[in-house]
């Protein structure tokens, strides 16, 4: 886990081994401890060098081990041990040197990186802090304010960035290992004092309660109720103010309120579910690792509304060439001039040069002739998206992948108006689209392995979550939505307001509640689905019978307020009220609470007092509830990918870890016991009916979460 090499005569050189990014494992822990006493007891060796196998210094303490009984020798001594060594000790980073890795790193008395290494400390990501020293030694180091900031953001930094700060000594664009071997010959012998960074005092910071007052408003406002980073700025400050053996322990003390949060397990759900998702299978027994995913060199975007030229740039990022069709020639110079912008404000951003040659504008659909993959993004209608498909197939080259971006629509349906629908996939992704992180790639029954697995890895190079789904309603992410957005509706006939049920979804931690965001993306848009479905009558009626439709428990609030042209931000009105069209700050209105008193009277409903509890309950466990019905229809493979989708593109707070994880942190059984609870006093919604995969989960226990892929299997052989 660690080998020992002796190397130029002198220098004993350790080379981390665990596969795949060297964590600090038990098993690699020892044999530091081991290689390090063996270097210094060497009198041969003047110095040493650790460095890791397969070009990536450390990944950091091994998050696998966090959930079980940790053995072997903790991280804090080894570290000390490499620290006070009478050896000089250097790090040879290359890849990336992370938490517990820079940490290691931070404990040598040289760092010797990669131009294209990335450092950083992002413990904070899971719901932790740099426990190993970190929090202590990186202020020391780099000073206070570079170091809150990496601290509590996590971010990782390159090599450059890191030279400039003051964390690596030299920077090489050869051979690192070989470099740093060179530079610990040159400093064999000198003394090691000043290279003692837990030796230092913290950089003298002017004003520095007032810089930690700042800071942390910032970062609670940001926080949106995650304790990780706050906890960060506690130790940084311990850094600041304390001598090092006591930040020390404050950092100890910090770490342990961190390391049993429900929030820190949370987060390290996410992690691993971010990677599984990626592993995606189908009910056809597809998969991931047996489906080979067809090379893309040239694709095409159809339509150039704001979807539309969001992908247009998420592909050209890409490295693809892109041909960009968009019918109207008004809309087309429109839009040449917005994904220039994006392009070139993007490659600002990353340090590159912007990719504005790789896309090439036209008006005719023709000019996707030879392309690999198109996307058509039109308008969301199913028949203007039917006849684009149909142009297509007669246009492109023989295996093209048509792929539709679409929020709802039937995948399936306009497969069938292809002559090859295994090259058809849905691709649903979220606006703007070169910003957001979410994918859903929708397969239909006929759609190939290839096809997906090459949707998967388009999603993948975009540097999104992508998450395969099988083709429903509204998929997985809006199908939750529904139940969520209906008994919100509901709670505001009840007696509820939609200040008091925002406010209670964000203290939960979603970045904005349901009434906010239903202004911010438009009234309109659901009013438009619910007329398509038969559900919108006319405002004159009253009474109940107007609050069932289609045989259930209906209300028409969205509705009434589009009949007032009260469709959100952009008209300046809707559940709240804005300074002009287009503002973003969401003022109550009066208006509106006089409405919703008038509406209860017309309807006979009398407002009663709702509490934070309740809304949580009914909004939450409802969508909850659809994501178990989604489970046993075999829409989503596991629950990590619905939780994926809700962190990734729902604005469900990560240290929630999503949906389903909540639920199980709940307990399935208090979940259903809740359901059924609300089922009771509304039997007139049928979302509220518990699913009989949660009912079937608590019959056999509540088995933990990474335990439901079996039951569920089971649960389906028995049927
Ligand atoms: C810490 O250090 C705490 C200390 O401060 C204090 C302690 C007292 N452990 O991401 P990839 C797995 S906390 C275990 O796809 P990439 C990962 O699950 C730690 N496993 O590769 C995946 O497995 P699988 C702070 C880990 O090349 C495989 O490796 N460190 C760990 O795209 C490949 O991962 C971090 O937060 C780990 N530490 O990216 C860094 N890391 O193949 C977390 C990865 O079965 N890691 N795995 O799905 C990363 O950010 C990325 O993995 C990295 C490589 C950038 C290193």
Same mark, same amino acid.
């Given at each position: 886990?660690?080998?020992? /090499? ?116 992002? *413990? ?60 610990a010959l040159s400093v064999a012998g000198r003394s090691l004092g000043p290279r003692r960074i837990s030796a230092h005092p913290c950089p003298q910071q002017p004003d520095l ?97 704001i979807m539309g030229r969001g992908i247009t740039v998420a592909l050209a990022q890409t490295g693809l060439s892109v041909i960009a069709v968009e019918t109207q020639e008004k ?24 990719? +504005? ?18 996307? *058509? ?21 023989? !295996? ?25 996939? !849905?691709?649903?992704?979220?606006? #703007? ?53 209906? *008994? ?11 200040? +008091? ?36 009558? #006319? ?124 639920? /199980? ?15 009771? +006093? ?27 892929? *079996? ?9």
């Amino acid at each position: 886990m660690a080998e020992y /090499n002796l190397v130029s005569e002198c220098v004993g050189l350790i080379t981390l081994r665990n596969p795949p990014v060297n964590a600090l494992s038990a098993a690699v822990r020892q044999g530091i401890v081991d290689t390090v006493q063996r270097a210094l007891s060497d009198p041969n060796v003047k110095s040493v060098v650790i460095c890791g196998q397969n070009g990536i210094f450390c990944g950091g303490a091994d998050i696998k081990e966090f959930g079980s009984n940790m053995t072997g020798p903790p991280l804090i001594p080894m570290i000390h041990a490499i620290e006070s060594a009478n050896k000089p000790v250097v790090a040879a980073i290359e890849g990336s040197a992370l938490g517990g890795g820079l940490e290691l790193a931070l404990g040598c008395h040289y760092r010797i990186a990669h131009s294209k290494a990335r450092l950083g400390l992002p *413990e904070v990501t899971l719901g932790l802090l740099p426990a190993a020293g970190g929090s202590q030694r990186l202020p020391r180091l780099i000073g206070v304010p570079a170091a809150l900031n990496l601290i509590t953001t996590g971010r990782h930094v390159t090599a450059a960035e890191a030279l400039q700060l003051g964390i690596v000594d030299q920077v090489t664009d050869h051979n690192t290992v070989d470099a740093a071997v060179k530079f610990a010959l040159s400093v064999a012998g000198r003394s090691l004092g000043p290279r003692r960074i837990s030796a230092h005092p913290c950089p003298q910071q002017p004003d520095l309660d007032a810089l930690f007052e700042e800071v942390m408003q910032k970062v609670r406002q940001s926080a949106r109720g995650a304790i990780a980073p706050i906890a960060c700025v506690q130790a940084v400050r311990a850094a600041a103010t304390l001598p090092y053996a006591q930040g020390m322990e404050r950092e100890r003390e910090l770490m342990a309120t961190l390391f049993t949060s429900g929030q820190a397990r949370a987060l390290q759900y996410c992690f691993f579910a971010e990677r599984a998702v990626g592993r995606w299978r189908m009910p056809s027994g597809a998969r991931w690792d047996t489906s080979k995913p067809r090379p893309l060199h040239k694709a095409a975007v159809i339509g150039l509304g704001i979807m539309g030229r969001g992908i247009t740039v998420a592909l050209a990022q890409t490295g693809l060439s892109v041909i960009a069709v968009e019918t109207q020639e008004k809309q087309l110079m429109e839009a040449k001039q917005a994904i220039s912008g994006m392009l070139e404000r993007g490659a600002k951003r990353r340090g590159v040069a912007p990719a +504005l040659d790789r896309v090439i504008y036209s008006q005719n659909i023709q000019a996707v002739a030879d392309v690999d993959l198109v996307i *058509e993004a039109v308008f969301e209608d199913i028949a203007l998206k039917t006849k684009v498909f149909q142009q297509l197939s007669a246009v492109c080259k023989p !295996g093209t992948l048509l792929c539709t971006n679409t929020s709802a629509l039937d995948v399936d349906q306009l497969a069938s108006e292809t002559p090859n629908p295994e090259l058809v996939v !849905g691709m649903h992704f979220f606006a #703007p689209a070169h910003v957001m992180k979410l994918l859903e790639v929708v397969y239909g029954p006929r759609s190939s392995p290839q096809a997906v697995a090459t949707a998967m890895q388009l999603g993948k190079k975009m540097g999104k979550a992508s998450v395969a789904v099988g083709n429903c309603r509204g998929f997985v992410g809006n199908r939750m939505l529904k139940p969520y957005i209906e *008994e919100a509706f509901f709670l505001l006939e009840e007696g509820a307001t939609p200040e +008091l049920v925002d406010q209670a979804l964000e203290e939960f931690g979603f970045a904005m509640g349901v009434f906010r965001m239903s202004d911010l993306s438009g009234l309109d848009v659901g009013w438009r689905i619910r007329k398509g479905d038969g559900l919108v009558e #006319p405002s004159t009626a009253s009474g109940r019978s107007t609050r069932i439709r289609q045989g259930r428990r209906y209300s028409p609030l969205g509705d009434l307020l589009c009949e007032e042209g009260r469709f959100g931000q952009k008209t300046g009105r809707g559940w709240y009220q804005y300074d002009k069209p287009g503002s973003r700050v969401a003022r109550s209105d009066p208006w509106l609470h006089s409405f919703l008193g008038a509406y209860r009277a017309q309807h006979g409903l009398v407002a009663r007092r709702i509490d934070h509890q309740e809304v949580l309950e009914r909004c939450l466990y409802a969508l909850i509830n659809e994501g178990f019905h989604i489970l046993d229809d075999g829409i989503a493979a596991g629950p990590e990918d619905i939780d994926v989708i809700y962190v990734s593109g729902y604005g469900w707070p990560r240290h929630r870890g999503g949906p389903m994880f909540y639920a /199980n942190m709940v307990g399935l059984a208090k979940v259903l016991e809740r359901l059924e609870h609300y089922q009771q +006093l509304h039997p007139e919604v049928p979302h509220l009916q518990p699913s009989s995969l949660l009912r079937r989960l608590v019959a056999s226990g509540s088995p933990p979460i990474h335990k439901w892929g *079996e039951a569920i299997k089971k649960l389906h052989s028995q049927l």
